[in-house]
Antibody, heavy 118, light 113 residues
Framework: EVHLVESGGNLVQPGGSLRLSCAAS????????MTWVRQAPGKGLEWVAN????????YYVDSVKGRFTISRDNVKNSLNLQMISLRADDTAIYYC???????????WGQGTRVTVSS | DIVMTQSPLSLPVTPGEPASISCRSS???????????LDWYLQKPGQSPQLLIY???IRASGVPDRFSGSGSGTDFTLKISRVEAEDVGVYYC??????????FGQGTKLEIK
């Protein structure tokens, strides 16, 4: 059974940094693109970043480019999101997810909450 | 970037009645292979989103057959033939044509009357 478990969410001050992690199990991790999707309080879903199976390609939504870095460790079966220069509008639940064939997001974690506030 | 627009944003439905949600994209989501790169997701209250439909009309594993997806190009529809209480939540469409860059619609909140 596929499991995705996020961790690392916290309260952080504006301008601060945070590193989110996602532990994956139940599937061959290095066969899949992986994704971060976020959801601000009371708002809809927003795709944040994707990373290719071998980590050679990374893509970001414009609002986080230059501030967020997605990475993966195919030995530890983990996905990461390094976030710097955090802003209030980065406040959200961050979901780790698997991107299956044709790009569909077929498995989601339970999410980790990031709050950016002074 | 492709913009996804859903309607309605709120949908009250009587149990047992059908429901329909529209999703329009700012450009065609159909590739030369004939596939439409459009997914539907449901986020039930307090839960993570779950995949319902991919490539416009293919039900994901375990999704009840009362859910169906249709449409092509820029206009898509998610239909629920007979709404059940467990179907409440927010429904999102998402384009994967520009994969690995995705875009979601605003969401449609389905509630029981």
């Amino acid at each position: 059974e596929v499991h995705l478990v996020e961790s690392g969410g916290n309260l952080v001050q504006p301008g601060g940094s945070l590193r989110l992690s996602c532990a994956a199990s139940g599937f061959i991790f290095n066969n899949y693109w992986m994704t971060w999707v976020r959801q601000a309080p009371g708002k809809g879903l927003e795709w944040v970043a994707n990373i290719k199976q071998d980590g050679s390609e990374k893509y970001y939504v414009d609002s986080v480019k230059g501030r967020f870095t997605i990475s993966r460790d195919n030995v530890k079966n983990s996905l990461n999101l390094q976030m710097i220069s955090l802003r209030a509008d980065d406040t959200a639940i961050y979901y780790c997810a698997r991107a299956g064939n044709f790009g569909r997001i077929d498995y989601w974690g339970q999410g980790t909450r990031v709050t950016v506030s002074s | 970037d492709i913009v996804m627009t859903q309607s309605p944003l709120s949908l009250p439905v009587t149990p047992g009645e059908p429901a329909s949600i529209s999703c329009r994209s700012s450009q065609s989501l159909q590739e030369s292979n004939g596939y439409n790169y459009l997914d539907w997701y449901l986020q039930k209250p307090g839960q993570s989103p779950q995949l319902l439909i991919y490539l416009g009309s293919i039900r994901a594993s375990g999704v009840p057959d009362r859910f169906s997806g249709s449409g092509s190009g820029t206009d898509f529809t998610l239909k629920i033939s007979r709404v059940e209480a467990e179907d409440v939540g927010v429904y999102y469409c998402m384009q994967t044509l520009q994969s690995p860059r995705f875009t979601f619609g605003q969401g449609t909140k389905l509630e029981i009357k």
